[in-house]
């Protein structure tokens, strides 16, 4: 079946450190993936999404691209705030009509 | 997001105590889901549904039950709570299914079962 594998976290950077959280996927057909951002107390909104192999989906300063060679799609982020700390979810959508499939989450935490 | 409300926000229950949880939407969207959070599994599916009166079940439904009699309203039942069942629920909604298609999620309901 599908599944998304995230690093563990929480991953614990100093403000504008480079952030990679790195998400893995198996999927049966050529699936679309996503990233969600979850704030504190907050429901999950979507970061950005890519639908087919070596698309970019970027927003907020926050990339990633789909890399179907090796089933990943590693979100990025140059230089990250305070304001970035949330908890970080990776998710795919195959061509089966299904609901999306979500990882484990990546709990961020930038310090001053 | 202010297309989608869940209520209540937070509850507190007795074990074997029946609670429904409501989430509402005012997009028109056909499909509608129910997820709980928890440490250490992320979000997992316990219902779905793509119409009304149609409906489906997830990775996590045993002691769960749903219903949908209008396009805009999906409720979640816990028929005897359970403390395994102490969880943040999420409801989220999309348009379709098509791959591409993000989903729009409530702010959530924390539901402690003591």
């Known amino acids: 079946g599908n599944s998304v594998t995230q690093m563990e976290g929480p991953v614990t950077l100093s403000e504008e450190a480079f952030l990679t959280i790195n998400c893995t996927y198996t999927?049966?057909?050529?699936?679309?993936l996503f990233w969600y951002v979850q704030y504190p107390g907050e429901g999950l909104q979507l970061l950005l999404k890519a639908t087919k192999a070596d698309d970019k989906g970027s927003n907020k300063g926050f990339e990633a691209t789909y890399r179907k060679e090796t089933t990943s799609f590693h979100l990025e982020k140059g230089s990250v705030q305070v304001s970035d700390s949330a908890v970080y979810f990776c998710a795919l959508s195959d061509s089966g009509n299904t609901p999306l499939v979500f990882g484990k989450g990546t709990r961020l935490s930038v310090i001053a | 997001d202010a297309g989608i409300t869940q209520s209540p926000r937070h509850k507190v229950t007795e074990t074997g105590t029946p609670v429904t949880l409501r989430c509402h939407q005012t997009?028109?969207?056909?499909?509608m889901y129910w997820y709980r959070q928890d440490p250490g599994h992320g979000l997992r599916l316990i219902h779905y549904s793509y119409g009304v009166k149609d409906t489906d079940k997830g990775e996590v439904s045993d002691g769960y039950s749903v219903s949908r009699s209008k396009t805009e309203d999906f409720l979640l039942t816990l028929e005897s709570a359970t403390s395994s069942q102490t969880s943040v629920y999420f409801c989220a909604i999309s348009e379709s299914q098509r791959q591409g298609d993000g989903y729009t999620f409530g702010s959530g309901t924390r539901l402690t079962v003591v």
């Open positions: 999927a049966t057909g050529y699936p679309s």
């Open positions: 997009e028109n969207h056909r499909y």
